[in-house]
């Protein structure tokens, strides 16, 4: 015979089951806020957009050798880009009697190069020459200056040797009569024995004649 399974009804009461009804309903609401917090705090998260980084390449230097007519000759360090202009300028500025008309400050630096500053070309003035009196009274002829070369002695000209200062007509001749009587000069200092000449007048002509 099989065994016989007794229900044994419970008494609840009416209050009691509105109670845990409540008290379940209550546990279910804190699970789902608690789900919820959990879900939104592992939702993806959207990344600002990055700005782009903007980066200037320096400018390289050149080195230019700035020589001539400045103030400051030397090496000089440029930003590449700079005209001749600026090198002149770094080098304390044209000196007196500079030709910048001669240079292109206009032209950019090339890294390696020199810049020649031009001088004006000087013009040469004409010498004046003041007479002066020789031992006969005669004057040597005015305008003429001292010669760029030096005069030699045993073979001048009259002309030649009447252009040097101090020297006249008169005094010249005398030159060249002590040359024919004793031939040629061996030395300046033999200009002593010519007549009219004395110390002071070889000094002054030291520099100016060859024997």
């Known amino acids: 015979m099989g065994a016989t399974i007794r229900v044994v009804p419970v008494n609840v009461s009416r209050s009691t089951a509105i109670a845990g009804a409540s008290l379940l309903l209550a546990v ?9 917090q959990t879900g939104a705090a592992r939702g ?22 700035v020589v001539g007519a400045v103030r400051r ?7 590449e880009g700079t005209r001749v202009a600026d090198a002149v300028a770094r080098a304390g500025g044209p000196a007196k009697g500079a030709n910048l008309g001669g240079l ?18 000087r013009t040469a003035e004409p010498a004046v020459g003041g007479g002066s009196t ?6 040597a002829a005015s305008g003429s200056g001292p010669p760029t070369v030096k005069v030699s002695l045993s073979s001048a000209t009259a002309e030649e040797l009447d252009a040097l200062p101090g020297v006249g007509p008169v005094t010249a001749q ?12 061996a030395s ?3 200009l002593d024995e010519v007549p009219g000449i004395g110390p002071t007048r070889i000094e ?3 520099d100016l004649v060859t024997p």
């Open 28 to 36: 279910l609401v804190l699970v789902g806020h608690r789900l919820a």
């Open 44 to 65: 993806p998260e959207v990344a600002a957009p990055l700005e782009p980084v903007r980066s200037e390449r320096p400018r390289a230097l050149v080195v230019v050798h």
């Open 73 to 79: 000759p030397g090496l000089y360090r440029l930003r």
């Open 104 to 121: 292109n400050l206009a032209a950019p630096l090339v890294d390696g190069t020199q810049i020649l500053v031009p001088s004006r070309i």
């Open 134 to 139: 020789g031992a006969a009274g005669g004057t």
């Open 174 to 185: 005398k030159i060249l009569d002590y040359r024919a009587a004793h031939g040629p000069f």
């Open 188 to 190: 300046v200092d033999e």
């Open 204 to 206: 002054q002509l030291r």
